[in-house]
């Protein structure tokens, strides 16, 4: 069942709109069950609860592992840096619709429901685009952005955009990383940005053994044509002995609408993501503190007010769970 809490004002239940109240609670479930199981966060974000105002997240480096000793020798002593940290602090989102009383006297049922869909529509699609809204935030290179008129904070812990050319080490001044990469989508771009990704350090530079499984992509005909083509079939037809495709049936592929409207038109960005790498260390996090409310009140118009409450945020951390394809003047990865 979805996670929606519902809450029934005084004197609403022996009111005329008694009878709609367990009703359109189900339906209202219902929906929001349907929206939960077909949405993208839980593939792009580390999705988890919140017990707090904000939480702030930190990483440790790399320890530097076991050192030869000889007969009895004695144990080094090994250590780990704290890294870069990021808060992120919880924002209120509200809506509410009414229900007249003429629409319950006529049993206007049809009018109820839709009413009641468009809510729960509301607040789920309001999810995925805030969610849309922070990576394509990302992927043009800010560190803020405004969303339904309120500002966020979507840089990452070190400072810089999640997708940027010049994530410093923390551990070595003067080094940095490149995430962000000109190369539009191909077969070989695709394998020469996992490569790119296995080798990303730590912020003391050890090998972090990241393996990204996921693309995302925009719904972007252009873009699918290219993806499907390049991991659709165990054989690579652009070679005259139809050699093996060594991407074939080794990539989830995530095709989010909702992105569309948060990248540049005319272009064709595509990113590669370690979900592994994200859920265990959180690099795109994003974090529910008050799951939705429901509260069905009478109005002094004799109106029935149904409002929704909840609490959420979304930001980045760690960069490393992920790399950027098709930017303009960003590092080359193809000679």
Known sequence: MSNITFTEGS????????????????????????????????????VSTSSHWAEKFSGLTAMD????????????VDGQVESYEKVLEHTTWKDQFALSREI???AKIVDLRRRSAAFVAGYYRTREKFGAAVYGGAIAGETAIGFRGQSFDIAGADGKAAFATDHPMKCRPGVTQSNKFSDAFSNDALMAMESAMQDFRGDNGEVLDIAPTTILIPNDYTLKKAVFAAIGADRDPATANNGFNYN????????????????TAGTHPWVLLDKRYNDELGGAVWLDRVKLEVRSELAGNDANLWKGYARFTAGFNDWRFAAVGGIEGATSLLS
């Open 104 to 106: 319950v006297d006529d």
């Open 11 to 46: 004197g609403v239940a022996n009111s005329i709109f008694g009878k709609s109240q367990e009703p359109l609670k189900l339906f209202i479930e219902k929906r929001g069950e349907a929206f939960e199981q077909q949405s993208m966060l839980p593939e792009l974000f580390n």
């Open 65 to 76: 592992g076991f050192q030869p000793v000889g007969e009895n020798g004695a144990y080094p």
């Open 248 to 263: 074939f049936g080794r990539w989830n592929v995530v095709v989010w609408q909702y992105l569309n409207q948060f990248v």
